[in-house]
C-alpha cells in the first residue's frame, strides 16, 4: 500500500462567514492509532469513533497504522461533527480503497451515523455558495441538506445517503440528480396556507390601520393595551401583509435559518417571511446573537420579517438595549471571546404591552390597583433605544362583546398587502430606495415635501403637543409612508394630523397619574 | 435655607401669624388652630388675597385613584379655576395632584397644603407641579418651618388645614379609610360645605365618597355643583357661556366632535358612529386634539374638551 497524503476540502462556518478547511490524512507506519489534530473541539474529536465504525460498516478496510488527519488552518476553531465524511473519504483516498485523483477540486460536509448513514449538517446554504465562490468542482452534502446547498451552490451539489454512496457517486457508479434550483418557481409554489390572515380579526380598526401603515414603511410599533385585547393576535398578521419575499430575501433569510440549524429535513427554502416572538425571559445572547462561536440570535432568525416582543416592559433592560444595533443598522455585530460576526438583522419590529403591571391601566370600568408610581416606572423601562425607533404607538382597547359578536366580513390581508405593494411601488417611484422608517430625520423632512397646510398643522403641533425633535421626526416619517398609501407627492394636512395620531403619549398626563 | 429644592425664581418666603391679616379669619375657626403658617409663593399678596376673597374649594382623595378619577379630577379643578376658584389640595400623588394640574391647566391659582416644610415640597415626584404651582401664581403652604421633612403623622394634621382654608371640600375618589375622609370630618365640624364625587357601588374607591353621600354629603359632578353649594362667593362668569374661543368645525371633524360631545369614544367606535373610515378618523382627531378641542382620555378613548 503506497503511502500518500490525501486531501480535499471542507467548508467551515465561521459566524456568518464560510472558509475552507483543508483536510488531510497521512498513514505513518507504527502502532495503528487515529489522531486528529489542528484545533478541534471535542465534537471533532469524536469523529474518530464514528470514522473507524463508519468504515467498517460500509465494508471498508480500517488502515492498521497510524492515521493523522489535520484540519488547516490550524489557527481556526474546528467545530461540530460535520467533518467526519471528509475525514472518511480522505482515509479512503490515503489507503488506496479510492482513487485519491477522484478527490480533485471535491469539497464534503456531514456527520456519519455507526452506520456509515449520513446526517444533516447547519449551513448548507452557505456551503453551497462557497463551494460555487471557491470553484470547488464538487460538494459532497448529506442528502437531507442537499436542498438549500443547491439554491446557490446549483449542480455542483451531490446529495449523499451514505459513505459508500459518496465512493460511488465520486467514481462516477452512481450519478446525483445534481440539478440547479429555480428559488423563483420554488417561492411561487410556497404554501402560504399557515400564514395567519386578518380575515379573522373582528375589530380593531386603528391597530389594523397601523399594522398597514408599519407594513408600508417598515415602521416598527408599539401597541399598547390590556391583556386580551388581541395584541399578539394582530401582530402574528403582519408578516402576511408584508410584500412576499423575492428570491434574493428568500436566499438571505434560509441563509440565516440554515445556520441556526431551523431549517426542517429536506426543506430547501424559508418561503414565507419569519415571525419571531421570543418570550419576555430571553437573554441578550438569546435576542441578539452570541454563543461560545457567535450564532445568530432572534433578531438575525427575524431577519426580513418581524421581531415580535410581548409584554416588552418585562424584557431585561440590557436585551432591549441589544436591540440599538440592529434597528439603526439592520445587522448586528456580535463580538465574543472566540470569534466576532456580523449577522443581518434588517427586521421590522412590534412590541405588546401592557399600560401597568396589572393591565388594567386604561379600562375605564375595572380600576387598575397598581401603586402609584409603578405604571411610570414600568412605561420607562422602555424608554431610550427602543422607543425612540418606534414610529407608531397605538392603543389596542378591549373589545366589548358585541364587538367580538358582531358579524361582517373582515378586510382579508391580500387586499391590505396590495394596498402596502402599490405604496412600496410609489414609494420607489418617487427615486426613493429606502424604507420611511429607515430614513434619518434629514431625509424624511426632505423626502416629506409637506403643503404648506400640513407645515401650519406640524407646526401648531410642536407647539401644543409638546413634541420632541426625535418625536416630530417620527411624524414626519409616519406622514411620508400615508402619503405614499394615499399615493401622493406631498404630504398633506390629513396625512400630517393621521401621523400625529399615532405619536407617543406620555409625559402629557405624567402630573395626574 | 436648604437649597436641596429648586426655588422658582422669584418665590418668595414669608411667615404670617394667625392674627395677620392676611390670614383668612377662617382658619381661627379651627379648634386647634397654628400658631402661624409658612407661605411661599411668587406673588405672595396675590395668593393671599385670592384666598381671602375667591371662592376657595378643597379637592381631595385618594392616592390610589383610577384613570377615570384622575381624568374627571382634572377637568372639576380646571372648571373651578376658570370660575375664579382657589383649588386647594396637599400636593399628595394620584387625586390631590391631579387636582392641582387641572387647576394650572384652568389658568387658576392653586395652593398645596404640605406636611413638610415649603422649602421641600414632597413627594419629590410632583416636585415638577411644586414648581408650576408656584410659576403660575399659587403658593405652598404649610405651618411647619423650613427644613422639615414629610412624615405620615403630619398629614391629618395638615389635612385639618385644608379643610379650614376651604369653603367646600369635594371628595373625588376615597376608600372606606382615606385620609380625605378626616379632611371632611373637620370640614363638617367647622361647617364646612361637603361634597362627594358618586361612584359605582363595586369600585374600592367609590366606598368613601358614597357613604358621605348616604350621610349627607351634596353630589359633586362638575364645577356647576360646586358652585349652586357655595352661592353668595365670588364666582367668575362660567366659561363658554359667552362665545367659545373654538371656532365651529365642518366634515368629518364635525362629526367627530358631535359624537365625542355625547360620550368618550376610541376611534374605532368612532369610525363605526360616524361611518367614516378609520384614517379619516384617525386624522380629525389629530387635528382636533391639535386645535385643543379633543384630549384622549383613559383607555384609548377620546373625549370633547369643550
Redesign the interface.
Known amino acids: 500500500m503506497p503511502v500518500v497524503v490525501a486531501h480535499l476540502w471542507s467548508p467551515a462556518i465561521v459566524g456568518f462567514e464560510t472558509a475552507t478547511v483543508d483536510v488531510e490524512v497521512d498513514l505513518r507506519p507504527g502502532l495503528p492509532s487515529f489522531a486528529i489534530v489542528g484545533l478541534p473541539d471535542a465534537a471533532v474529536q469524536e469523529a474518530r469513533e464514528r470514522v473507524r465504525s463508519g468504515l467498517a460498516n460500509q465494508a471498508y478496510a480500517v488502515p492498521a497504522r497510524r492515521v493523522v488527519a489535520n484540519l488547516a488552518p490550524a489557527h481556526l476553531r474546528k467545530a461540530g461533527p460535520q467533518y467526519d465524511l471528509p475525514i472518511a473519504l480522505a482515509i479512503l483516498a490515503a489507503s488506496g480503497q479510492v482513487p485519491p485523483q477522484a478527490l480533485a477540486g471535491v469539497g464534503a460536509v456531514g456527520e456519519l451515523g455507526l452506520d456509515g448513514s449520513l446526517r444533516r449538517v447547519d449551513g448548507a446554504l452557505a456551503m453551497g455558495e462557497h463551494a460555487i465562490r471557491e470553484r470547488w468542482r464538487l460538494i459532497l452534502v448529506p442528502e437531507q441538506n442537499a436542498p438549500e446547498a443547491r439554491l446557490v451552490g446549483g449542480e455542483r451539489v451531490l446529495g449523499v445517503r451514505s459513505l459508500r454512496h459518496a465512493v460511488d457517486l465520486l467514481e462516477g457508479r452512481e450519478t446525483a440528480g445534481g440539478e440547479a434550483v429555480d428559488v423563483a418557481a420554488l417561492l411561487a409554489e410556497r404554501d402560504v396556507s399557515g400564514v395567519p390572515d386578518l380575515r379573522d380579526v373582528r ?4 391597530a ?2 397601523a399594522l398597514e401603515v408599519s407594513a408600508a414603511g417598515r415602521h416598527s410599533l408599539l401597541m399598547t ?1 390590556p391583556p386580551g385585547a388581541g395584541k399578539t393576535m394582530l401582530a402574528r398578521r403582519l408578516p402576511g401583509l408584508l410584500p412576499p419575499m423575492g428570491p434574493e430575501e428568500a436566499i438571505e433569510v434560509t441563509r440565516v435559518h440554515s445556520i441556526a440549524g431551523l431549517l426542517e429535513p429536506g426543506q430547501a427554502v424559508v418561503a414565507t417571511r419569519p415571525f419571531r416572538a421570543p418570550h419576555h425571559t430571553i437573554s441578550t445572547a438569546g435576542l441578539v446573537g452570541g454563543g461560545r462561536s457567535p450564532t445568530p440570535g432572534e433578531v438575525s432568525l427575524a431577519h426580513r420579517g418581524v421581531l415580535f416582543l410581548d409584554e416588552v416592559c418585562a424584557f431585561a433592560p440590557s436585551a432591549l438595549d441589544g436591540l440599538r444595533q440592529p434597528l439603526e443598522e439592520g445587522r448586528v455585530r456580535v463580538v465574543r471571546a472566540m470569534a466576532a460576526a456580523t449577522f443581518p438583522a434588517d427586521m421590522l419590529l412590534v412590541c405588546a404591552g401592557n399600560p401597568c403591571p396589572c393591565g388594567n ?4 370600568a375595572g ?3 397598581c ?3 409603578r405604571p411610570e416606572a414600568y412605561r420607562g423601562r422602555l424608554s431610550g433605544p427602543v422607543s425612540d425607533r418606534i414610529d407608531l404607538h397605538v ?3 378591549r373589545l366589548t362583546t358585541d ?1 367580538v359578536v358582531g358579524d361582517g366580513e373582515c378586510e382579508p390581508s391580500q387586499v391590505v398587502r396590495e394596498r402596502v405593494g402599490a405604496a412600496v411601488e410609489f414609494r420607489r417611484g418617487r427615486g426613493q430606495p429606502m424604507p420611511n422608517g429607515q430614513l434619518s430625520g434629514r431625509d424624511a423632512r426632505h423626502a416629506a415635501r409637506p403643503e404648506p397646510e400640513a407645515e401650519r ?1 406640524l407646526a ?2 410642536i407647539d ?2 409638546g413634541l420632541s425633535a426625535r418625536a416630530f421626526d417620527r411624524v414626519v416619517r409616519v406622514a411620508r409612508t ?1 402619503a405614499d398609501l394615499d399615493r401622493a407627492e406631498r404630504v398633506g ?3 400630517a ?6 405619536r407617543e ?1 406620555e409625559g ?2 405624567a ?3 | 435655607m436648604s437649597g436641596a429644592a429648586p426655588p422658582a425664581a422669584a418665590a418668595s418666603d414669608r411667615y404670617l401669624r394667625l392674627a395677620d391679616q392676611a390670614v383668612p379669619a377662617r382658619l381661627t375657626h379651627l379648634p386647634d388652630p397654628p400658631p402661624g403658617l409658612f407661605v411661599r409663593s411668587a406673588d405672595l399678596d396675590g395668593v393671599l388675597a385670592a384666598i381671602r376673597q375667591a371662592p376657595v374649594v378643597a379637592v381631595v382623595g385618594t ?2 385613584a ?3 378619577g ?2 374627571f ?2 377637568r372639576l379643578s380646571s372648571e373651578l379655576a376658570a370660575r375664579g376658584a382657589v383649588v386647594v389640595s396637599g400636593l399628595a ?2 387625586v390631590d ?2 387636582a ?3 387647576a394650572l391647566e384652568g389658568g387658576g391659582r392653586t395652593v398645596a397644603v404640605l406636611a413638610s416644610g415649603v422649602d421641600r415640597p414632597s413627594p419629590v ?2 416636585a ?2 411644586a414648581a ?1 404651582i408656584l410659576e403660575r401664581g399659587g403658593g405652598l403652604v404649610s405651618e411647619y418651618p423650613a427644613g422639615t421633612e414629610a412624615a405620615r403623622w403630619r398629614f391629618p394634621a395638615r389635612n385639618r388645614i385644608i379643610a379650614a382654608l376651604a369653603h367646600a371640600v369635594v371628595v373625588v375618589e376615597a376608600p372606606e379609610r382615606s385620609g380625605s375622609l378626616i379632611t371632611t370630618d373637620i370640614a363638617l365640624d367647622m361647617g364646612r360645605a361637603v361634597m362627594a364625587v358618586p361612584g359605582p357601588p363595586w ?3 367609590s366606598r368613601g365618597c358614597n357613604a358621605l353621600i348616604r350621610a349627607g354629603a351634596a353630589v359633586c359632578e362638575g364645577a356647576e355643583d360646586v358652585a349652586d353649594e357655595l352661592p353668595g362667593l365670588d364666582w367668575a362668569q362660567a366659561p363658554g357661556s359667552g362665545g367659545s374661543a373654538h371656532r365651529p368645525v365642518e366634515g368629518t371633524a364635525g362629526r367627530v366632535l358631535a359624537a365625542l360631545a355625547v360620550e ?1 369614544l ?3 367606535e368612532l ?1 363605526e358612529s360616524t361611518r367614516t373610515g ?3 378618523v ?6 382636533l ?4 378641542q379633543v384630549t ?6 377620546y373625549r370633547a374638551t369643550a
Open positions: 375589530g380593531q380598526a386603528a389594523r390601520r393595551g391601566a386604561d379600562d375605564p380600576s387598575c390597583t401603586p402609584p408610581g392603543r389596542v382597547p364587538e398643522l401648531t403641533a401644543r403637543l400615508l394636512a390629513r396625512h394630523a393621521e401621523a400625529l395620531a399615532y403619549r402629557s398626563s402630573h395626574a397619574a | 392616592r390610589r383610577t384613570r377615570a384622575l381624568d379630577t382634572r400623588l394620584g395632584a391631579a392641582h394640574a387641572g415626584r410632583n415638577g407641579l408650576g369600585g374600592r374607591t368618550p376610541t376611534a374605532d369610525a378609520t384614517a379619516d384617525l386624522s380629525a382627531l389629530a387635528q386634539e391639535v386645535e385643543g384622549e382620555a383613559a383607555g384609548g378613548r
